[in-house]
């Protein structure tokens, strides 16, 4: 059964017991809501709740934990000489679902029977020698053990499934059932349903929190497994990067010195371009600009912050790049040796973080109370002394929230860099140079075919942790500058 299907009958069952269990509760009360302790609705929506609430439940941990066991099992069928001659697990676990795939393709579309399809293990010896070894799903050579794991897979995938779907019935028609049964004169159906709301905001309210727990953990774990691996003080000390996919990484250099310098190096440029424009702007919006400016100006400074970041990419590549060739280039000064340069990405991302300083700085200086300024200019101050002595100094502590913002998302920023700035490793000051950062390094590192399990692979987690604590590192410092000057405005 399709999961669409399965979920409109979960909400048909808490549909019909809506109203059975209003109905119920009503006859029970001799069709007088006044002898109800709750109103009928509370009723109707309790046994709506008891029958998606478990069931959904139920759902969503039979969803994540069907792949772990399916998976564990198919692995457990598979020979160690598979992965030894070359191919990774995932590699080999990528294989048997296609190829688990391409079997559930042809049923749907009709070129083989369900009974044909399952006898594909047994007659595997039969087919190869008739397809000469070529796979029927991948267009590739596929072994007799790919091909046996990916008949278990499917058998897996399709008994889990059904088990699923009558397990997640059962306990919708069960917590339906057990509400209707509750659906009484005096039974207190306003205060569970309240308190079911209650949890539900609860559990919307930890979503958050769970997903940071997690994230974490992953790459906690991952970068414990890499530091067994590479040596951590090679890591962070060292001068080189230079990762090699052969021997499973034994020849590797994997030094973050050279991406933590252009990550910072591209972020302090944009900075540079976002932090004065877009202080400045909100200087002029929040205190010299008219409304029906003010109304026209603000919405297309924000306009920037809609602009999907590989539109700001091609900017950078098509053309700020070949501008600073001909400004700065061979046939000028001789600085740039091509487009794709330090300079390039920290301009363009200055100019997509202009809206982050703008808007939220904007919004924090007309917040600072009236009296403020009223007062200033009691005492004889003018509108440019007012704002450099009284109005900053009491915003400074959202403007540096604000600018906050701004530099984790250009530390954050992956595309523009690498499409302008390139994808060189390398420790200089020049900004003409091409340089790359360790978002984009995450991302190569992760694309391709390298063994999950070696260190070219398990680098991207210690590099976002290195990353992710960085932030942290940031936030702190910034909360510390926010009370501090917080204290001395209230």
Not at 25 to 54: C, F, K, T
């Amino acid at each position: 059964m399709p999961l669409t299907w399965l979920v409109l009958i979960i909400f048909t069952i808490a549909a019909a017991g809506f109203v059975m269990g209003r109905k119920r509760a009503l006859q029970n009360a001799g069709g007088d809501r006044r002898e109800l302790h709750s109103l009928p609705v509370y009723y109707g929506s309790n046994v709506a709740m008891w029958a998606i609430v478990p069931a959904v439940a139920v759902l969503i941990v039979w969803m994540l934990v069907q792949p772990f066991f399916v998976n564990s099992r198919v692995l457990a069928t598979l020979p160690d000489t598979i992965v030894s001659e070359g191919s990774s697990i995932g590699l080999v676990m990528s294989d048997v679902r296609r190829v688990a795939e391409g079997l559930d393709i042809a049923v749907v579309q009709g070129v083989m029977s369900r009974d044909e399809a399952a006898s594909i293990s047994a007659e595997i010896s039969d087919i190869r020698e008739s397809l000469g070894e070529v796979g029927v799903a991948v267009g590739s050579k596929v072994s007799t053990e790919v091909m046996k794991g990916a008949q278990l897979y499917r058998t897996l995938n399709a008994v889990g499934s059904m088990m699923m779907n009558v397990v997640v019935l059962l306990f919708a028609f069960g917590g339906a059932g057990y509400a209707y049964s509750k659906s009484t004169a005096d039974f207190r159906a306003r205060n569970m349903v309240e308190r079911g709301v209650l949890a539900m905001l609860i559990a919307a309210a930890s979503i958050a929190i769970l997903t940071t727990i997690g994230i974490l953990f992953a790459l906690l774990f991952n970068t414990i497994e890499f530091f067994k691996l590479y040596p951590a003080a090679d890591f962070f000390f060292g001068t080189r990067w230079a990762p090699s996919f052969s021997g499973r990484g034994g020849a590797s250099d994997l030094g973050v010195l050279p991406l933590l310098w252009g990550t910072f190096y591209i972020s302090f440029i944009a900075l540079l371009v976002a932090v004065p424009i877009g202080l400045f702007s909100a200087i002029y919006l929040s205190e010299y600009a008219g409304p029906k400016v003010r109304g026209i100006v603000k919405p297309l400074i924000e306009i920037l912050a809609g602009i999907p970041t590989i539109v700001y990419g091609l900017f950078a590549l098509l053309t700020v790049g070949p501008l600073l060739m001909r400004m700065f280039g061979k046939d000028t000064f001789g600085w740039m040796q091509g487009g794709t340069a330090v300079i390039t990405a920290g301009l363009v991302m200055g100019i997509m973080l202009i809206p982050f300083v703008s808007s939220l700085s904007d919004d924090i200086i007309n917040a600072v109370p009236q009296a403020l300024r009223d007062g200033s200019y009691g005492l004889g101050a003018t509108k440019s002394e007012t704002i450099r002595q009284v109005i900053l100094p009491a915003a400074l502590p959202g403007i540096v929230g604000a600018i906050l913002l701004a530099a984790s998302r250009a530390i954050g920023e992956t595309m523009i860099v690498v499409l302008g700035a390139g994808a060189a490793a390398r420790l200089s000051m020049n900004p003409f140079d091409a340089m790359t950062t360790i978002t984009a390094k995450i991302v190569s590192q992760l694309t391709g075919d390298a063994d999950f399990v070696s260190p070219e692979a398990l680098v991207a987690f210690a590099l976002g942790m290195t990353l992710f604590v960085l932030t942290l590192g940031l936030n702190v410092f910034a909360l510390f500058i926010v009370r501090k000057y917080r204290e001395q405005y209230d």
